[in-house]
Structures are given as structure tokens and as C-alpha cells.
């Protein structure tokens, strides 16, 4: 069923819920809506009520300025009011990092799964490269270069110059562009991009941080430590699976965690 709610600053949360049982609310990283989880949510939909949301920015959401980290953590708020007040809650990439806060600010959330926070303690470029590229983005999203900020963003992620250029020509590159502005919103969730163990020292639920055996060396050792930082915490490893976890593999392993 697709809805919406109003947040606390009065913005428009467009969400989508299907399947009964316990609420499930699933969080999109960067470049992404909440459509992206959709196959996640359906995977689900046997044993939660699985709700994907478009954040900020994004979608069928609205945008209310000035944006802060705290507003999209009244979004989220708002999104579990709607689920009936309480729920366990996923999020991947820079998703789980806003999971994170949310979970830190006191929401009403049972459960945290994250997928690869990309955290950059243990990158190769590490903190100076997270900062060149927020200086870069913040740059060309104020000069109204959408095109040049998605592409800060895939080179950060580390897709070869020519990958990037068929994206560029493709049909696709032109709704990245209309959600390149929410590329500023994840960086602030991201902060520094290093792990911030005084927050999730603060996280007080339990939390299940996953990783897949294929990615990059770095992620996995970020998401250890995430699981490391929480009081009650724990690290797997997903075989064979990288960022773009597959919603199969990746269903079992978060309903056996929110169905404890």
C-alpha cells in the first residue's frame, strides 16, 4: 500500500508497506529510493510488515530546507510512528549509518541490521579522500553540476573513468541527476566517514552488522567494527555476496535476527 506521512518540520514522507506481522523498515543508501528495497520488503513480507521509504530528497518525498541529519531521523521517526510506533530497522551502505543515529537518538526501534556502512577508517584513500570529496561535491552541487556530483560520487565508490562515461550516455543518468542533491544529505550522515564509535556506543539495542565476502576488504573490516563499537553487537560475513547484496541471500539472514 503506498502512503504517506508528514514529518516533524512538516515534510512529506512517501512509503510503501506489504506483508503482516512485526514492522520491518528498510533504509536506501545513496542513489537510491526506497523502490530500490522494494524486492528486499517483498522477501520479507511472509513474516513482517516490510515498509521502504523515499527519504528526503528523493522520490515521491518532499525536501524541506535546510536539511540537517536530525530531520531525516525525524523522517524515519515518522515512518515508525506510521508502522504502528515501533519497529526493527535495516539499513545499507549510508543507509545503516543513518540507522545508526536514529537508533542513537532514541527512536523507538527494537532491532538494527546495517550492510556495509562504508565507513573509512580502513579504505585506501581513508579520511583525506572522504574530505576532498566533500569539499568537491559541495562545490559542484552549488554550482547546479548534478552531472559532476553523481560522478564524485561513483568515482568515490570506485567504478573505472569508462564505466562512469556509458553511465553518462546511458537513460539511467538522467534520474541520478535529479537525486544528486541528496548526495550532500548522506555525506553529513556520514560525518567524517570514520567510525563513530561514541554514538554507537550509545546504541543500546541489539545490532546485527553484515558484510559480503566478496567486497572490498575495507568494507568488511568497517562493518566489524561498527558490530564492535555497539554494546550488543555482532559481525557476519555473507558469502559470495558484494554491495549489491542479493535480496535472497539476504532475507533469511535478517528475518532469523528480527524474529528473535
Known amino acids: 500500500m503506498d502512503t504517506n506521512t508528514i514529518s516533524r518540520d512538516g515534510t512529506h514522507i512517501a512509503y510503501q508497506r506489504t506483508g503482516e506481522g512485526p514492522a520491518v523498515v528498510?533504509?536506501?543508501?545513496a542513489m537510491s529510493t526506497g523502490a530500490t528495497l522494494a524486492p528486499l520488503?517483498?522477501?520479507l513480507s511472509d513474516r513482517f510488515t516490510a515498509i521502504v521509504y523515499d527519504r528526503r530528497g528523493r522520490g515521491?518525498?518532499?525536501d524541506t530546507q535546510p536539511y540537517a541529519v536530525a530531520r531525516e531521523v525525524e523522517d524515519l521517526g515518522a515512518v515508525i510512528e506510521a508502522a504502528g510506533g515501533e519497529a526493527a530497522v535495516y539499513g545499507v551502505s549510508s543507509?545503516?549509518?543513518l540507522v545508526f543515529h536514529a537508533a542513537a537518538s532514541g527512536l523507538p526501534v527494537r532491532q538494527v541490521a546495517v550492510y556495509e556502512p562504508p565507513f573509512a577508517d580502513y579504505s585506501p584513500g581513508g579520511e583525506p579522500e572522504r574530505a576532498e570529496y566533500t569539499a568537491n561535491l559541495g562545490e559542484a552541487l552549488a554550482q547546479g553540476r548534478r552531472g559532476d556530483a553523481v560522478e564524485l560520487f561513483l568515482r568515490l565508490t570506485g567504478l573505472a573513468p569508462g564505466i562512469i562515461a556509458t553511465a553518462r550516455e546511458s537513460s539511467m543518468w538522467p534520474g541520478m541527476e535529479a537525486i544528486a542533491p541528496a548526495l550532500a544529505y548522506d555525506d553529513a550522515v556520514m560525518g567524517d566517514g570514520l567510525v563513530p564509535r561514541r554514538l554507537l556506543a550509545s546504541v543500546t539495542v541489539p545490532v546485527l552488522a553484515l558484510a559480503g565476502g566478496a567486497s572490498p576488504r575495507w568494507l568488511r573490516q568497517a562493518a566489524e567494527a561498527a558490530a564492535q563499537a555497539v554494546p550488543q553487537?555482532?559481525?557476519?560475513?555473507?558469502?559470495d555476496q558484494t554491495h549489491a547484496v542479493e535480496p535472497e541471500v539476504l532475507a533469511p539472514v535478517l528475518a532469523e535476527f528480527f524474529g528473535r
Not at 553487537?233 to 558469502?239: A, K, P
Request: aromatic content about 4%; proline content about 0%; cysteine-free.
Open 26 to 29: 528498510l533504509v536506501s543508501g
Open 95 to 97: 543507509g545503516g549509518a
Open 41 to 43: 520488503a517483498a522477501a
Open 233 to 239: 553487537g555482532v559481525y557476519r560475513t555473507l558469502e
Open 60 to 62: 515521491a518525498s518532499g
